[in-house]
């Protein structure tokens, strides 16, 4: 039976990477420094190098998908070296000890590597980077850390790939575990904004590809497929690549989607257009789209759920 390690199985994307491989027939064993669910997700702190080394040996794992992540871009600004600790670090050890294992890497990044200035998107994996903020930055430089810890190793060949994608939704626990998840609690939360009182501001500018955590899920495990082909042993294979829905929306976009699939009015809620400079002091892309022509080239199917058609299926709103 093939097997695989996912960290930070308990999160958003993680928890459905793992339910992939292991609907697929793979023993996917799963990390989680908080909400582990023993003997399938067990707890670990992957910044503690000879612990995750111990795991890795005890797993035996053929694939490692690491979705473990500070992904939290007001976090990040605010705790830069924490940030860098888990971001960085902790993806270098990790990239180290799978190369000199021979174990195949899938390192999960972002679309905020790229600067998302208008009429730059949408990004080719090789298109230049300058990330907007510290998250982008620190992903950023964790890609670089997982290709220079794997580079060098002779069994590392066609081992590590780095997979950005833009804003995720899914099933979840806590719909702060998504910024997409959240904006559905902020439209009912609106339902009781009295007349009269602030109303929730929606920020209307930024553009969005929402895509759905169950396709990362598929993508990574089509990857590991492709990759640890036999067929496909002698062939040069790209270390980067990018996946991303064709869904564009802002989030303002978003929550009205939600309001007609609801039936809920957005009365409580109103658009707004951010300041040149944000209060938080993290500044954010205006369109980071991914071009996913890499993966098409390679024969991975890069189609999406519908993101209505999704939301339709979760809340079980099945109105014409």
């Not at 998840?181 to 500018?205: C, F, H, R």
């Amino acid at each position: 039976m093939r097997s695989v390690l996912v960290t930070g199985a308990s999160g958003l994307l993680g928890r459905q990477v793992h339910r992939v491989f292991e609907k697929d027939g793979w023993k996917a064993t799963g990390t989680a420094l908080s909400r582990p669910d023993p003997p399938n997700i067990i707890k670990l702190d992957i910044t503690d190098a000879q612990e995750f080394e111990r795991i890795l040996d005890e797993v035996k794992p053929e694939v490692v998908v690491h979705c473990a992540a500070n992904r939290f871009p007001d976090s990040c600004t605010a705790n830069p070296e924490a940030a860098k600790k888990l971001n960085v670090d902790a993806s270098r050890t990790i990239a180290s000890a799978t190369a000199s294992r021979g174990i195949f890497l899938i390192y999960i990044s972002t679309d905020y590597v790229f600067s998302g200035r208008p009429g730059e998107a949408p990004y080719k994996p090789d298109s230049a980077t300058d990330p907007p903020n510290m998250y982008g930055q620190t992903k950023l430089d964790g890609e670089k850390a997982v290709l220079s810890a794997t580079q060098n190793h002779p069994s590392a060949k066609n081992k590590t790939v780095i997979l950005r994608v833009p804003i995720l939704y899914g099933s979840c626990n806590e719909p702060s575990e998504s910024a997409v998840n959240v904006l559905m609690s902020q439209l009912w939360t609106s339902q009781n904004v009295a007349p009269g009182a602030p109303k929730i501001k929606v920020e209307d500018y930024s553009l969005r590809f929402p895509t759905n955590t169950e396709d990362v899920g598929r993508v990574c495990l089509d990857i590991c497929k492709l990759y640890l082909g036999p067929s496909n042993a002698d062939r040069e294979l790209p270390s980067i690549l990018q996946f991303s829905s064709e869904d564009q929306m802002t989030k303002w976009d978003i929550c009205k989607a939600f309001s007609e699939l609801m039936g809920l009015p957005l009365d409580g809620m109103e658009p707004f257009k951010p300041d040149e400079e944000p209060k938080d002091g993290v500044k954010r892309p205006y369109d980071c789209h991914l071009d996913t022509g890499a993966l098409r080239e390679l024969g991975i199917d890069v189609s999406t759920w519908n993101f209505e058609n999704w939301w339709r299926r979760e809340v079980r709103a099945f109105r014409h």
